[in-house]
């Protein structure tokens, strides 16, 4: 069975500090992936996805992040945090040939001024 | 185009009664879904609609129905509210091939 960790609940940076939001995967074969962003009160909304091809994915906000077969792994970077990133942010995989997709439990991020 | 439209966007009911939690997406999207959020616990799958007149359990289906009643809509049944049922519903949409799902704003909804 699919299934996703996020190892961190809560990361709190400062303002301008580079950030890496951890995400690993647990899957026969490498699934679709994904990252979302949630504020306060608000959906969810995707920052960046993986299907095949450069490992490395750009999304929106600055966001960027890596796809690592071997570690099953897929973090998040940014390489300065803005206050305005300060929000929960999600993990999921997707299995190919389906459209069911499995979310992690969350990271809270914190930004200090 | 509003998107993924969720109504109510607040209710609370009483142990054992029912309600149907009602989502809507104009964007011409195949597939529908029902997720919960709690705290420390992430989104997790009830039911999805993978395309039209389809539908199939997630994580935690139990004490929970759907009607995916055509393309556009997918609702949420809770034939008899526990306070379990407790939580922030999300419905969402994907567009075949992207696998994008655009999400709505949430039903916050609290059983005593």
New interface residues.
């Given amino acids: 069975a699919q299934s996703v960790t996020?190892p961190d609940?809560h990361i709190t940076v400062s303002e301008g500090a580079s950030l890496e939001l951890r995400c690993n995967y647990s899957y026969g074969a490498t699934p679709?992936l994904?990252w979302?962003v949630q504020s306060p009160g608000?959906?969810?909304?995707?920052l960046l996805?993986y299907?095949s091809g450069d490992t490395l994915v750009q999304g929106i906000k600055g966001f960027e992040a890596e796809f690592k077969r071997s570690q099953s792994s897929f973090n998040l970077r940014k390489p300065s945090v803005h206050w305005s990133d300060a929000a929960e942010y999600?993990c999921?995989v997707?299995a190919r040939g389906?459209?069911?997709?499995?979310?992690?439990?969350?990271t809270r991020l914190k930004v200090l001024a | 185009n509003a998107g993924?439209t969720q109504t109510p966007k607040f209710q609370v009911l009483k142990t054992g009664q029912s309600m149907t939690l009602q989502c809507a997406q104009d964007m011409n999207h195949?597939?529908m879904?029902w997720?919960r959020q709690d705290p420390?616990?992430?989104?997790?799958?009830i039911y999805?609609s993978?395309s039209e007149g389809t539908t199939?359990k997630?994580?935690v289906p139990n004490g929970y129905n759907v009607s995916r009643l055509n393309k556009r809509e997918f609702s949420l049944r809770l034939e008899s509210a526990a306070p379990s049922q407790t939580s922030v519903y999300?419905c969402?949409s994907?567009a075949g091939g992207a696998?994008?799902?655009y999400?709505?704003?949430?039903t916050r909804l609290t059983v005593t």
């Avoid at chain 1, 608000?42 to 995707?46: F, H, I, P, S, V």
């Avoid at chain 1, 389906?98 to 969350?106: A, L, R, S, V």
């Fill in positions: 996020q609940i679709y994904f979302y608000q959906g969810l909304q995707l996805k299907f999600f999921a997707g389906t459209y069911k997709y499995i979310f992690g439990t969350g | 993924v195949n597939s879904y997720y420390g616990m992430g989104l997790r799958l999805y993978a199939d997630g994580e999300f969402a994907v696998h994008e799902q999400f709505g704003p949430g």
